[in-house]
């Protein structure tokens, strides 16, 4: 069975890092594209960044230069290193994974099958 589950989240102040966590299981990890979103009540999930088999990345312009997505194959885990964090980086934080044929655009979240659970990230001035 496919799981994700994501964790790493909490409150941070203003111009603090985090580093979320995605432990994957139930598909093979390394040829799968992933994927971080995030989303705040009332708003539509976005996306954050993403990686591709090979490592490839993709990143939203909001959060380039500050956050770094990576993953550990032999591990099945997916990262994504959050520094320079600002208030408007505050949402539930997800992982998605999907087979690669299936990723047009790899922020786009209705490309994706697979997704984790949420972790919640806060940041105050």
């Known amino acids: 069975r496919l799981e994700m589950v994501e964790s790493g989240g909490g409150s941070v102040q203003d111009g603090g890092s985090l580093r979320l966590s995605c432990v994957t299981s139930?598909?093979?990890?390394?040829?799968?594209?992933l994927g971080w979103f995030r989303q705040t009540q009332g708003s539509e999930r976005e996306g954050v960044a993403a990686?591709?088999?090979?490592?490839?990345?993709t990143y939203a312009d909001n959060v380039k230069g500050r956050f770094s997505v990576s993953k550990h194959d032999a591990e099945n885990t997916l990262y994504l290193q959050m520094n320079s964090l600002q208030s408007d980086d505050t949402a539930t934080y997800y992982c998605?994974?999907?087979?690669?044929?299936?990723?047009?655009?790899?922020?786009?979240?209705?490309?994706?099958?697979?997704w984790g659970k949420g972790t919640q990230v806060t940041v105050s001035s």
């Open positions: 998605a994974a999907s087979p690669h044929w299936k990723v047009n655009d790899p922020l786009q979240p209705r490309d994706y099958d697979y």
């Open positions: 990686i591709d088999g090979i490592g490839r990345t």
């Open positions: 139930g598909f093979t990890f390394s040829t799968y594209k």
